[in-house]
């Protein structure tokens, strides 16, 4: 029977449902497996075992796309107003922001090539073979399906392969599919609608043995593998714009076409109506459009997000983008993976149980430190006889090994087999001193067929005994005693059963020990010898325990109005009890991956919106929700860190992988990265990226009013057929040095008092609220009324213009100086120590930019450049006056505000 790829690889989902005869036959191939000349034929004709490159855009391209941003669309315009007014300085550092910004984005963005080749690493490197009953070594590139390839512990799966023999094998798939257990691997076919992490018959590319060895046929290589299959989702997932993204690109439309109306406005009307020169006309719109262009703005936004990503990094989270640092401030849904996340990914005995006792063990993961308590009370372990007799079969039956390495104690092995290990340590039983008092004399082996493990011990008195482990339902049934204090009894098999069933209900695996008592010439070990006549010694209860900060920072995100649910490729009930102590759903309701297959897309927004945790969920299933959620209104951080949760990663508004123990799939698709693998980073990211929204918001508001404040001077001087109060380069230089020195400082504002109380930022609404227009409406007419009335003031006086201009100016600028301790809060009251003296940059940037002012005036090369002029004490009075009354009012409307229950603008 000859092969056809294209039929077969539309039918590899299947390859788990049917038999090993009817896979080698689709295959054409045999257990001794392929001709030499066969696997070439196959080889040329339908490719490497290696996922296809995608294609790329060129360097130039790339590097060109990073202006295709619309901060950078209003950067450029403002540096070719800025270049076109010969205000070189000005230009120079708006380019130069741009270029930056854009050399930045050209090294950190790129995510969907770096992540197809993050997994195309992942492929192990070499493979061993049987050809035509051969066993050889060959490179997995060469594997082509139909081979037949031979596993042993510590092999990474270089194809997905249907297995046919299996013996001890276990397979760690966490990556793919966020099951933090080893998986037992056997030869049986399973359903067809199975998750992926129920298909025990088979092993797929990228996951790695962890113990045992097998045999299996390769049915995918490439793009037709889970991995191949996952890297071509990446390459298809579009990514969403950051909010702060779309709410400047609306700001920024109608800002401009606010402004385009109004010069062209300010210009007919001029021409027309007050008989101004074509050219003075012409420049007085040009002026007007300068005064109320915020050029400043878009180079301040990126400073701020520049700084909270070197916040974040101080906080172990790593920001790739920038525009991610405000994502996080929108954030309302958290969705999580379980392992490695929100758990520690290390296996924990929690609970032993004996006849007589029942214990709760302190520690989490693979350390040895911890205690034992009996109903709440601490109690000292050697007291308990049954009980360390318990932990010594544990520690000798067992094939792992634990040692330490600088702070970290590393497990080679089986975790649940080193979680028995550190139980041991616990309780003060050294690994070295009991295999020399109880040497090992023979072993059989873990086996899916008979689900035990047993080993033959002889002491230094030629005692012999049996230690056996292994599932419960099967330990049980070679058991007739229990032991209990010290003594054997008639076994028990209700109340055991009772405890198995009750124990396995909070999510945890159970383990159950046994031992016989044999003959000290006994030097083999036999299923006979075990099948009936032991001794129960006691159960345990093994689970992937949750992180103790994470439980912490589940609270913290819910308070701040962010929900959490969980999406693991793990089971229902352990899934739910993890949940349940995290506070993550109720501890009852979790949806399967089978179960969303059978739901349609409105169907789904339902109950993505009602449920919290959703179990053995792959890849597609993730990448779903997320973007369910998206469809409700959701702003949506995803965090990951196995290959399973790349697609997802990407598609999500903020993608978060694990820096330690995450993949490198996971990282490159991801926004940002946790150095600590740390849940509770999230919760201080966020706490970051509200800030930073803030921040911008207060930006927005405290240079908007000084750019209305200019333009409106300039039109109520046309309207009125004055001579301009303020000239194009004096506008110029008010909106540089403002810029350069107290807008910047507005970035360095930390978190208000309840930024992580609120709930998020609306994501659809407008940068500016109803509220934040009145408060830059409010200012800007106080600013045009304060400065119209002293240029008024003056001119009726008979100061000369420049004198009037140098007025204008100066109280321009005292007036931004006092409105920055306004803007420090929004709605709070600045009357404090820390709203006076809280931020040292505000204070230092108000001390620099008096300095540039008195120059300004005084200076004579800069009365040249600006055409200003000295001014007296009484005008400096008279300015001062202006300056406070605009602090006190814009004060006493934040205290109306508060007055009337405003909580947050």
Known sequence: MSYDSDRVANETALWHSCSVEKVLKEFATEQSGLAATEAKLRLEKYGANRLKPPKTESVITRFLLQFHNVLIYILLGAFVV????GHWIDSGVILGVVIINAIIGFIQEGKAEKALNAIRRMLSLNANILREGQRMQIPAQQLVPGDIVLLRSGDKIPADLRLFSCKNLRIEEAALTGESEAVEKSIQAVEAITAIGDRFCMAYSGTLVVYGQGMGVVVATGQHTEIGRISQMIAQVDKL????????????????IAILVLAASI?????????YPLDEIFMAAVSMAIAAIPEGLPAIMTITLALGVQNMARRNAIVRRLPAVETLGAVTVICTDKTGTLTRNEMTVQNVITAHDQLRVSGVGYVPTGGFSRDGKEIQITDYVDMLELFRAGLLCNEASLHQRDDTWIIQGDPTEGALITLAMKAELDPISEQKTLPRADVIPFESEHRFMATLHHDHAGHGLIYVKGAPEEVLAMCSYQLSQGE??????DFWRAKISATSKTGQRMLAMASRVVQAKQQTLSISDVEAGLTLLGLVGIIDPPREEAITAVQQCHAAGIHVKMITGDHCITACTIGAKLGIGDGQRAITGIELDDMDDVQLHQVVADVDIFARANPEHKLRLVTALQNNGEVVAMTGDGVNDAPALKRADIGVAMGQKGTEVAKEAAEMVLTDDNFASIAHAVEEGRTVYDNIRKTVVYIIPTSGGEAGILILAIILGMALPITPVQILWINMV????????????????GVMSRPPHDPHASILSGFLVWRIVFVSLLMIAGSFALYFWEITQGSSVELSRTVVVNVLVMC?????FNCRYLLASVFSRQGLFGNRYVLLAVGLLLLMQLLFTYWSVMQQLFGTTALDAEAW????????????????EKFVLRRRGIQSL
């Open 82 to 85: 800025t270049a076109f007014l």
């Open 488 to 493: 054997d009894h008639p076994i028990q098999l």
């Open 816 to 820: 931004e100086i006092v409105y920055l």
């Open 738 to 753: 403002t810029t350069v020195t107290l807008a910047i400082s507005l970035s360095f504002e930390r978190p208000e008092s």
């Open 267 to 275: 210009f007919g009307y001029g021409l027309l109506l007050q008989d």
């Open 877 to 892: 009075g008279r300015i001062i006056v202006i300056s406070l009354i605009l602090f006190l009012l814009i004060e006493f």
């Open 241 to 256: 714009a950051s909010p702060l993204l779309r709410q400047m690109a609306i700001f920024g439309r109608w800002l401009t």
